[in-house]
Nanobody, 116 residues
Framework: VQLVESGGGLVQAGGSLRLSCAAS????????MGWYRQAPGKQRELVAY????????SYADSVKGRFTISRDNVKHTMYLQMNSLKPDDTAVYYC??????????WGQGTLVTVSS
Protein backbone atom coordinates (compact mmCIF):
# COMPACT_ATOMS: atom_id res chain seq x y z
CA VAL A 1 0.00 0.00 0.00
CA GLN A 2 1.26 3.44 -0.94
CA LEU A 3 -0.04 6.60 0.71
CA VAL A 4 0.26 10.15 -0.60
CA GLU A 5 -0.82 13.13 1.50
CA SER A 6 -1.73 16.57 0.28
CA GLY A 7 -3.39 19.72 1.55
CA GLY A 8 -0.98 21.07 4.09
CA GLY A 9 0.06 24.69 4.19
CA LEU A 10 0.12 27.92 6.14
CA VAL A 11 -3.07 29.21 7.74
CA GLN A 12 -3.93 31.79 10.36
CA ALA A 13 -5.31 30.76 13.72
CA GLY A 14 -9.03 30.15 13.47
CA GLY A 15 -8.76 29.07 9.86
CA SER A 16 -9.38 25.73 8.18
CA LEU A 17 -7.51 23.21 6.08
CA ARG A 18 -8.42 19.87 4.58
CA LEU A 19 -5.82 17.14 4.30
CA SER A 20 -6.16 14.26 1.87
CA CYS A 21 -4.50 10.86 1.81
CA ALA A 22 -4.77 8.82 -1.36
CA ALA A 23 -4.12 5.09 -1.04
CA SER A 24 -3.03 2.80 -3.84
CA UNK A 25 -1.90 -0.77 -4.17
CA UNK A 26 -3.46 -3.50 -2.02
CA UNK A 27 -6.12 -1.25 -0.54
CA UNK A 28 -8.30 -4.28 0.24
CA UNK A 29 -5.84 -5.11 3.04
CA UNK A 30 -6.44 -1.84 4.90
CA UNK A 31 -8.24 -2.38 8.22
CA UNK A 32 -8.10 1.20 9.42
CA MET A 33 -6.59 4.53 8.48
CA GLY A 34 -5.53 7.40 10.61
CA TRP A 35 -3.77 10.72 10.88
CA TYR A 36 -0.80 11.27 13.13
CA ARG A 37 1.15 14.44 13.69
CA GLN A 38 4.58 15.33 14.98
CA ALA A 39 5.46 18.80 16.17
CA PRO A 40 9.09 19.92 16.48
CA GLY A 41 10.71 18.35 19.51
CA LYS A 42 7.68 16.22 20.31
CA GLN A 43 6.69 12.61 19.80
CA ARG A 44 4.39 11.57 17.03
CA GLU A 45 0.81 11.43 18.27
CA LEU A 46 -2.42 9.97 16.97
CA VAL A 47 -4.90 12.62 15.85
CA ALA A 48 -7.79 10.54 14.52
CA TYR A 49 -8.56 7.22 12.91
CA UNK A 50 -11.35 5.58 10.99
CA UNK A 51 -12.15 1.88 10.78
CA UNK A 52 -12.59 0.44 7.31
CA UNK A 53 -15.42 -1.87 8.33
CA UNK A 54 -18.28 0.21 9.67
CA UNK A 55 -16.59 3.57 9.53
CA UNK A 56 -16.17 4.04 13.28
CA UNK A 57 -13.98 6.98 14.24
CA SER A 58 -11.95 8.17 17.19
CA TYR A 59 -10.23 11.46 17.96
CA ALA A 60 -7.58 12.80 20.26
CA ASP A 61 -9.09 14.99 22.97
CA SER A 62 -7.13 17.97 21.68
CA VAL A 63 -8.96 17.96 18.32
CA LYS A 64 -12.45 16.76 19.25
CA GLY A 65 -15.10 19.09 17.93
CA ARG A 66 -12.64 20.78 15.55
CA PHE A 67 -11.36 18.01 13.27
CA THR A 68 -13.37 15.52 11.25
CA ILE A 69 -11.97 12.38 9.65
CA SER A 70 -13.75 10.82 6.69
CA ARG A 71 -13.12 8.56 3.73
CA ASP A 72 -14.22 7.96 0.18
CA ASN A 73 -14.06 4.23 -0.46
CA VAL A 74 -14.49 4.63 -4.21
CA LYS A 75 -11.51 6.96 -4.47
CA HIS A 76 -9.55 5.11 -1.74
CA THR A 77 -8.96 8.48 -0.14
CA MET A 78 -9.11 9.63 3.47
CA TYR A 79 -9.63 13.21 4.57
CA LEU A 80 -9.05 15.29 7.65
CA GLN A 81 -11.10 18.46 7.82
CA MET A 82 -9.44 20.79 10.32
CA ASN A 83 -11.40 23.77 11.58
CA SER A 84 -10.68 26.39 14.23
CA LEU A 85 -6.99 25.73 13.88
CA LYS A 86 -4.65 26.77 16.67
CA PRO A 87 -0.90 27.41 16.69
CA ASP A 88 -0.56 24.21 18.74
CA ASP A 89 -1.84 22.28 15.72
CA THR A 90 1.36 23.14 13.85
CA ALA A 91 3.05 19.88 12.92
CA VAL A 92 3.89 17.49 10.15
CA TYR A 93 0.79 15.38 9.58
CA TYR A 94 1.24 11.78 8.51
CA CYS A 95 -1.26 9.42 6.97
CA UNK A 96 -1.22 5.87 8.31
CA UNK A 97 -2.85 2.66 7.15
CA UNK A 98 -3.10 -0.34 9.43
CA UNK A 99 -2.96 -3.42 7.26
CA UNK A 100 -3.83 -7.04 7.76
CA UNK A 101 -1.18 -8.72 9.87
CA UNK A 102 -0.74 -5.56 11.97
CA UNK A 103 1.55 -4.02 9.39
CA UNK A 104 1.64 -0.27 8.91
CA UNK A 105 2.03 1.92 5.86
CA TRP A 106 2.95 5.60 6.14
CA GLY A 107 2.77 8.60 3.91
CA GLN A 108 5.59 11.07 3.50
CA GLY A 109 3.96 13.73 5.65
CA THR A 110 2.54 17.16 4.95
CA LEU A 111 3.38 20.27 6.93
CA VAL A 112 0.64 22.30 8.58
CA THR A 113 1.66 25.67 10.00
CA VAL A 114 -0.81 27.75 11.98
CA SER A 115 0.22 31.33 12.63
CA SER A 116 -1.03 33.32 15.59
Amino acid sequence: VQLVESGGGLVQAGGSLRLSCAASGSTFSINAMGWYRQAPGKQRELVAYIISSGGGTSYADSVKGRFTISRDNVKHTMYLQMNSLKPDDTAVYYCNARLAGLLDAWGQGTLVTVSS
